[in-house]
């Protein structure tokens, strides 16, 4: 017999056209051996190592300039679009707010099907009816929603094959990331930290959308970690997971950012570090089985969360082969640990911070709290956030987007925990520039490692992750909410509020080329080539671009 939820589904199939030409399959050989055809983007952040750089190289610094527009794809919700698109074989697959997705020719932009999800009406999301992709696997697709259900669609038509629920959404579960296909398991996680969940992430059989394997981001009596939570805290303890996990097939480890605890901004009612909060988890990819954990902010009072995604490089780090994990985190520091281990190799902060004066050799954090009714550096968003970094092999540099000079005054307020009500405990204000303060030297790059002139604006920073310091810096004159991509011909790809596309000078930060696209854009751009030519494809306002160069 049909579910109700499938049904659903099926109603809210919208064809627009024919299907989808026939793709090859999309094995898990292809997906661990997604360097190797670089045409495709088969993975949320490219591959599973989530540096977020192609090795396409026929746009180059010497043609950039020629890139001009092949086609546009806009959105029919308006709202922050965070989705990054697939390409597989020719065809773009790309989410839509709140839960839609497109097949489209990835060369003209034609739309081939288009699948629409109707959502629980019970469903709530603190941050915006986001969806930020998709994962395929053999022939199948398969999304998260914002009412906490996981749905696969047949890639070559957009028929729904199953929907299974995740999580109740009328207690704020949800799942806004995209998920990741490795070997014979779909792997998600759940949002809704604010709300008072119990965070979890877990494995799926991709044929049937039964449940494998779960693992509690917020440990229960008497599993590991539970001894950092005080009385019934845990029950309530958050620990969302809004980003796609990276994934190391030698090791069989994957690893995910977990976010902030609950109540986000009162500590006082959840003592203790609460774990696995704002910590790096490495679990094993068959099992689920914690193998370490990493925590950058012990109980954090600023909601940091650690939601960014785990960049990971085999590097010679201080000349020492090193199977390296680097990550910019949202409460200001840069980490390198051993991926293998846990193990902290290195931080320093990469923009002001003033929470904690410093990290101890074993990268905790030396906790210096403002006092009530002064500024905190970095402010609420963060020193960056869930927007996805870069790392260049080329360059050895790492890349990020970054809030500078950004602070935030905190307040912590009683909370009471209400099934499926906000449960923050607080909140916190924006510190603003002071009139004729300083501002940062717009549309130039700083190549210094100081950044005393930039008040509330973003940037691009190139980190090297074998000294902690800049490279360079590239000043933008918004904040900033862009993805990055680099390039095997040292380019890098970004955007920002003000909604400029930049094309950069992966070593320098100077600017190659820039293209006015209207909105604010708050996605990773991705590159692909069909029939051996290059695109770059980003999402700025309510539409999808694409560039080519000029034939």
């Not at 603190?126 to 998709?134: E, H, P, T, V, Y």
């Not at 991709?206 to 449940?211: H, L, N, Q, T, V």
């Not at 609950?262 to 990819?285: C, E, F, K, Q």
């Amino acid at each position: 017999m049909m579910s109700r939820a499938l049904a659903r589904s099926l109603v809210a199939l919208a064809v627009l056209g024919a299907a989808a030409p026939a793709l090859a399959q999309v094995t898990a050989d292809r997906l661990q051996r997604a360097a190797d055809e670089p045409q495709n983007w088969l993975t949320y952040s490219g591959t599973y190592a989530s540096q977020r750089h192609t090795l396409l190289r026929q746009i180059d610094p010497g043609n950039v300039k020629n890139l001009e527009l092949k086609w546009v794809l806009p959105n029919q919700t308006f709202g922050a679009w965070q989705a990054t698109p697939l390409v597989v074989d020719g065809v773009m697959f790309v989410t839509q707010r709140p839960n839609d997705v497109l097949a489209v020719d990835a060369m003209t932009g034609r739309v081939f099907w288009q699948y629409r999800y109707a959502g629980s009406p019970e469903a709530r999301v603190c941050c915006g009816a986001n969806n930020r992709g998709l994962a395929i696997l053999g022939s199948t697709l398969f999304m998260g929603t914002l009412d906490g259900h996981l749905v696969a669609i047949d890639a070559a038509g957009g028929r729904p094959l199953w929907n299974v629920a995740i999580g109740d959404p009328k207690l704020g579960y949800s799942i806004t990331m995209a998920p990741l296909a490795v070997k014979d398991k779909i792997l998600v996680g759940v949002g809704g930290g604010e709300y008072g969940i119990r965070g979890f992430v877990a494995a799926f059989d991709p044929a049937s959308g039964k449940e494998l394997w779960r693992f509690y981001t917020v440990p229960g009596p008497g599993e590991r970690g539970h001894e950092t939570w005080s009385g019934e805290a845990w029950k309530t303890g958050g620990g969302s997971v809004w980003l796609t996990p990276s994934y190391d097939p030698a090791l069989n480890l994957t690893y995910w950012g977990i976010g902030n605890p609950g109540p986000d901004w009162n500590a006082d009612l959840r003592p203790g570090d609460n774990l696995y909060t704002d910590s790096v988890i490495a679990l094993d990819a068959d099992t689920g089985a914690l193998r370490w954990h990493f925590q950058f902010t012990p109980n954090d009072t600023y909601d940091y969360d650690s939601v960014q995604v785990a960049v990971l490089a085999d590097i010679q780090f201080r000349g020492t082969p090193t199977k390296a994990m680097m990550w910019a985190n949202r409460n200001g520091f840069f980490y390198v640990l051993d991926r293998e281990t846990g193990a902290f190799l290195s931080g320093a902060p990469f923009v002001k911070v003033n929470w904690a004066s410093g990290l101890d050799a074993k990268g905790r954090p030396i906790t210096t709290p403002q006092p009530p009714g002064q500024p905190t550096w970095p402010g609420n968003q963060g020193g960056t956030n869930w927007y996805s970094p870069s790392f260049s092999p080329r360059t050895g540099l790492f890349y990020l987007s970054a809030w500078e000079g950004y602070a935030s005054i905190f307040r912590k307020e009683p909370a009471t925990y209400i099934p499926g009500r906000n449960f923050v405990g607080g909140g916190h204000t924006v510190l603003t520039p002071v009139p004729g303060a300083p501002g940062p030297r717009i549309g130039r790059y700083t190549p210094v490692n100081d950044w005393t002139d930039a008040v509330g604006h973003g940037s691009v920073i190139a980190l090297d992750p074998q000294t902690l310091q800049r490279k360079w810096t590239f000043d933008q004159y918004d904040v900033t909410d862009s993805g990055i991509l680099t390039t095997a011909t040292d380019l890098l790809f970004t955007g920002g509020r003000e909604g400029y596309f930049y094309a950069l000078d992966a070593r320098t930060g100077g600017v190659l080329w820039k293209a006015s696209l209207g909105g604010q854009i708050v996605n990773g751009p991705i590159a692909y080539a069909i029939d051996g030519k290059q695109y770059v494809a980003v999402i700025s306002g309510n539409s999808l671009y694409t560039f080519g160069l000029r034939d």
